[in-house]
Antibody, heavy 123, light 110 residues
Framework: EVQLLESGGGLVQPGGSLRLSCATS??????????MSWVRQAPGRGLEWVSA????????YYADSVRGRFTISRDNSQNTVFLQMNNLRAGDTALYYC??????????????WGQGTQVSVSS | QSVLTQPPSASGTPGQRVTISCSGS????????VNWYQQLPGTAPKLLIY???HRPSGVPDRFSGSKSGTSASLAISGLQSEDEADYYC???????????FGGGTKLTVL
């Protein structure tokens, strides 16, 4: 069974930085066969896609709301994907989920999802 | 504001059939497949329907999906209390070069 485990969330002041990690285990095929995404959910709100990275790591994608502030990357030797978040704002406060795509490109469906890591931005 | 439009709420009694709509445009639903996710209270989202109308292993056949033009629908037949959850549609958008989620529909089983 594939499992995703996010870490790195916490409380940070506006303008601060955090680096989220998502470790994957239980894969049948190589980790680089799958694109990975980050999706966030603000308290009481719906799902918002944040960023994605192709299986090889050569292509990255961002929502307009985070482009220029967030950077997604992956280490295929460690089956891990990262989200570097800089210049954080109150509006970035959310539960951040890691989700595995079923193909090398990020447009395919997400299965499974991790349990999420909480990011809170407040002074 | 979501570009994929879903009704914020839906409801039905046990045994009934309910449908949830998801309206988009030519750059998302019109040119890419639609996926549906179920989020039970306090849990992470789970894949419910993929590629418009396919069910992952373990998802009851009471759940079905369809797509026509720039709209998609999720149907739940034989409604059960355990179906009470939030449901989200999603699709890749060629203009935004990213994934779009609908705003979500909260399903209440009366």
């Amino acid at each position: 069974e594939v499992q995703l485990l996010e870490s790195g969330g916490g409380l940070v002041q506006p303008g601060g930085s955090l680096r989220l990690s998502c470790a994957t285990s239980g894969l049948t095929f190589h980790f680089d066969n799958y694109a990975m995404s980050w999706v966030r959910q603000a308290p009481g709100r719906g799902l918002e896609w944040v960023s994605a990275i192709s299986g090889s790591g050569t292509s990255t994608y961002y929502a307009d709301s985070v482009r220029g502030r967030f950077t997604i990357s992956r280490d295929n030797s460690q089956n891990t994907v990262f989200l570097q978040m800089n210049n954080l704002r109150a509006g970035d406060t959310a539960l951040y989920y890691c989700a595995k795509s079923t193909r090398t490109y990020p447009g395919a469906w997400f299965d499974p999802w991790g349990q999420g890591t909480q990011v809170s931005v407040s002074s | 504001q979501s570009v994929l439009t879903q009704p914020p709420s839906a409801s039905g009694t046990p045994g009934q059939r309910v449908t949830i709509s998801c309206s988009g445009s030519s750059s998302n639903i019109g040119s890419n497949t639609v996926n549906w996710y179920q989020q039970l209270p306090g849990t992470a989202p789970k894949l419910l329907i993929y590629s418009n109308n396919h069910r992952p292993s373990g998802v009851p056949d009471r759940f079905s999906g369809s797509k026509s033009g720039t709209s998609a629908s999720l149907a739940i037949s034989g409604l059960q209390s355990e179906d009470e959850a939030d449901y989200y549609c999603a699709a890749w958008d060629d203009s935004l070069n990213g994934v779009l989620f609908g705003g979500g529909t909260k399903l209440t089983v009366l």
